[in-house]
């Protein structure tokens, strides 16, 4: 997209922004955005719901951010974010907030795209959402997706889920934005259960399997 | 199925895999017919033949597995005793060769101490492999800073040994290919006095660890050409015999792309000639507190939105009845390089580490950062549930139709595509016959006849006769006909699908324990198409990912942490082509 079209909002209270900090891995933009939870979290600010992406530069791909917040103001939401995110190592980092930029003129188009994908929920997962702190131990279909802003729990190489059937969530739950939705791929698990598609510690290459 | 001798005039339309012959008897395949056969200079061919040529080279059937000439010269006496190679005879066949072929078992995919998630000696998997009925295995190392500095030489002494204690198993010397900006692949050359430098300059020079190009960009895909370009220059100048690659656990990461694929098979047809259809690590979905309790073939993974292809499905994540994505989705990855023409085999490996309920550990005071290989292996009493592998030979194998007991006659049944695979023991043998027109073809190979005529499989499966290596004999419960269009070359190199494939046939074969014999009648020719094997104990049957008009009852997606790998049994063929000539 061109450096400034406008990014629209999903709703009438929240603001979505685009951060850039070229992360590289899924884990530690989670745990950015788990800090960036707690962080607005101590400002009572709550209820944010936290996205990565794919951001694709000439030179390779890494992850952009995606933030949510339930403030209406932009003057304010942009402050705030730049209080409180880190500072990357080598390059300051990309922002984008409807037709606010700074940084890089590459990093801030990613994160553009980052909040614009989030704000069409048509690509990108979500790493902190409301409910997730409650998304814990086994629980059924309905619960979770009455728990929080997940709309849909859809089973890989199935369909959709048993409102009745147990999730054993590993506490670890990431959805992703498909088609408008937000929706938590699962797949069976052992003994007639389910659990999420993506495992909290996958299974790294050249890995000392036993140990 | 009723064997009639019949002669086999010279100038008929089989390629080279050679014609299959009844079981009466058998002698090696015809040599290559100047049209199939790359040695021969486009100038030096009659008309006809050269027309035959173009067509099938334009149809892109011409190249590694359609034209299986070699351009190697024999290893010299001298070269072969200096790698401890004595041409060996081999354990006598079980059965009497079929299609002219003898069917050697083997695997290409096993690591030693030299590794950095291994353990055993090369001998330990060497005695394993023969002892669980392997004729051939490659011993496979990862690719490290220490194994490129240390472990590849190092470990050849050991294979040498190993050649000369075990006689009735070839021991290739290989490594895992950190393939850059991709997956693991399998490279391994045949014996001979340069195996070790050859492989030493490839890691050095290629490997993505080595040479810390593991990142996804053009560069680094160029890389990986580049190490296929100097595996085919070291054949070419005669510093190699033979060597050949093969993409290892391709879906697992989501990191082999669709073009990656494609461009390490167009750049080097002869060398890159397919990918394992199965990985290994087949015990680690065993259920805790049995087993590691994790994905079969530890594929627990979801995309990485840096590395991994961001057009795969989450599906493409996981196994299918042991098998990955792109070998087991009808009208898949795997179906959309067939329909295109394109000789592209699949295997199934142990990729064995650590093996399963083993009672040994890696030897105390071990640094492998500094000596590039752990100590010795040593007993304990606990069994190691929590290992994910299973020894050579005792769950996973691929089979290849060879024309004799060597080094070179395995690695030119491999391009060649004369390849099925099987889990748990399925079958004891698998025979498969394409004919047309009085011609015939076995796996891997390509027939030409004029349209209108009538096209036969014939399929003979000896079941297996003996208990497994767990202790039970398997039942095969059906077997699949996969039938595909074959559509031409794509434009677009990521395509992943093939609409046009689907299963036609499936037979029921439960309780059938003595031979099966079955004649599918594939109808007249008209245009050109494919056709491949499937079967399964019928354990976990699902509706394939596109549809059940496609795939109405293939292998279900294999679920983390709970699956038995001994109650999910299939077997594969690799493909066979028929087209029509006018």
Redesign the interface.
């Known amino acids: 997209m061109s450096p400034f079209t406008q990014t629209p909002a999903t709703s009438n209270s929240t603001l979505v922004a685009g951060v850039d900090l070229l992360t ?3 884990p530690d933009a989670d745990a950015v955005l788990h800090e960036l939870a707690r962080e607005l979290a101590a400002l009572g600010i709550l209820d944010p719901t936290l996205g ?4 694709q530069l000439t ?5 952009a951010l995606s933030i949510e917040i339930p403030i209406t103001d932009p003057v304010q939401a942009w402050a705030l974010l730049q209080e409180l995110l880190p500072a990357p190592q080598h390059r300051p980092p990309g922002m984008s907030l409807g037709n606010r930029r700074s940084g890089p003129t590459d990093l801030h188009s990613s994160a553009a795209s980052a909040a614009a994908d989030h704000a069409a929920r048509r690509g990108g997962r979500a790493a902190y959402f409301p409910g997730i702190d409650h998304l814990t131990g086994a629980i059924t279909v309905r619960d979770l997706l009455t728990g929080s802003s997940i709309e849909q729990v859809s089973v ?2 199935g369909g959709d889920a048993d409102p009745d059937t147990i999730l054993q969530t590993r506490d670890f739950v990431r959805p992703r934005w498909i088609a408008g939705h937000l929706v938590l ?1 699962v ?5 007639g259960t389910l ?1 999420p ?3 909290p510690n ?2 790294p ?7 | 199925m009723e064997h009639h001798d019949h002669a086999h005039p010279h100038d008929h339309d089989d390629h080279a895999g050679g014609h299959i012959h009844p079981h009466t008897h058998s002698h090696a395949p015809t040599e290559l017919e100047p049209a199939l056969d790359l040695q021969v200079d486009d100038s030096e061919l009659p008309p006809s033949e050269l027309g035959r040529r173009n067509f099938l080279r334009k149809a892109g059937l011409l190249g590694a597995g359609l034209a299986a000439s070699s351009v190697l010269s024999t290893a010299t006496a001298g070269t072969a005793a200096a790698a401890g190679v004595t041409p060996p005879a081999g354990r006598p066949p079980a059965d009497p060769p079929r299609g002219g072929y003898r069917w050697l078992t083997g695997d290409h995919h096993i690591h030693t101490q030299f590794s950095p998630d291994a353990q055993y000696r090369v001998i330990d998997q060497v005695r394993h492999a023969n002892a669980y009925g392997l004729d051939w295995m490659v011993i496979t190392d990862h690719g490290t800073v220490q194994h490129a500095k240390i472990g590849v030489e190092k470990v050849n002494p050991d294979i040498v040994l190993a050649r000369q204690a075990v006689k009735d198993t070839l021991v290739y010397q290989g490594l895992e290919w950190n393939i850059p900006a991709a997956e693991h692949g399998t490279v391994f050359v045949h014996p001979g006095r340069n195996e070790v430098s050859v492989l030493k300059q490839f890691e050095n020079s290629y490997d993505g660890t080595v040479k810390s190009a593991g990142a996804n960009t053009p560069q680094n895909e160029a890389l990986a050409i580049a190490g296929l370009h100097f595996l085919a220059d070291s054949i070419d100048q005669r510093r190699v015999q033979d060597a050949l690659m093969l993409a290892n656990h391709p879906a697992r990461k989501g990191i082999d792309s669709p073009h990656e694929i494609r461009g390490w098979r167009d750049a080097e047809p002869r060398i890159a000639i397919g990918m394992e259809g199965a990985p290994g690590h087949q015990a680690a979905g065993i259920p805790k507190p049995f087993g590691p309790g994790s994905g079969r073939g530890y594929y627990d993974n979801s995309p990485d939105p840096v590395a991994s292809f961001p057009g795969y499905p989450l599906e493409s994540y996981r196994t299918f009845g042991g098998f990955d994505w792109m070998t087991s989705t009808v009208g898949g990855l795997w179906d959309s390089l067939l329909a295109e023409g394109k000789p592209w085999w699949i295997t199934a490996n142990s990729d064995s580490h650590q093996v399963w309920a083993d009672t040994s550990q890696r030897g105390p005071g071990s640094d492998f950062t500094t000596n590039g290989y752990y100590n010795d292996p040593v007993h304990i009493t606990a069994p190691q549930l929590g290992n994910g592998d299973f020894w050579p030979g005792y769950y996973s194998r691929t089979h290849v139709g060879a024309k004799g007991f060597s080094y070179a006659a395995v690695m030119d049944g491999m391009r060649a595509g004369r390849v099925w695979v099987d889990h748990g023991g399925l079958l004891d043998s698998l025979d498969v016959r394409l004919t047309a027109g009085g011609h015939q073809t076995s796996l891997g190979g390509v027939l030409t006849a004029r349209r209108g005529t009538p096209v036969t499989l014939q399929i003979r499966i000896n079941p297996a006769q003996h208990p497994n290596w767990s202790q039970f004999l398997p039942a095969l419960a059906k077997v699949d006909v996969i039938r595909g269009a074959v559509t031409g070359p794509v434009s677009n190199k990521d395509t992943f699908t093939a609409p046009e494939t689907r299963v036609v046939k499936t037979y029921d074969v439960s309780g059938q324990s003595k031979v099966i014999v079955l004649n599918y009648n594939l109808g007249r020719l008209d245009d050109g198409f494919y056709v491949r094997l499937r079967g399964s104990d019928g354990k976990r049957l699902a509706v394939g990912l596109n549809g059940a008009t496609v795939d109405p009852a293939g292998p279900k997606m294999d679920t983390v942490g709970d699956a038995d790998p001994w109650d999910d049994l299939w077997f594969y063929s690799n493909p066979m082509w028929i087209l029509p000539s006018r």
């Open positions: 590289m891995t899924e990565t992406h794919r951001a030179d390779g791909a890494h992850i890989l190489a791929p797949q069976p698990g052992p003994d659990v598609f993506e495992v996958p299974t290459c050249c890995a000392d399997h036993a140990r």
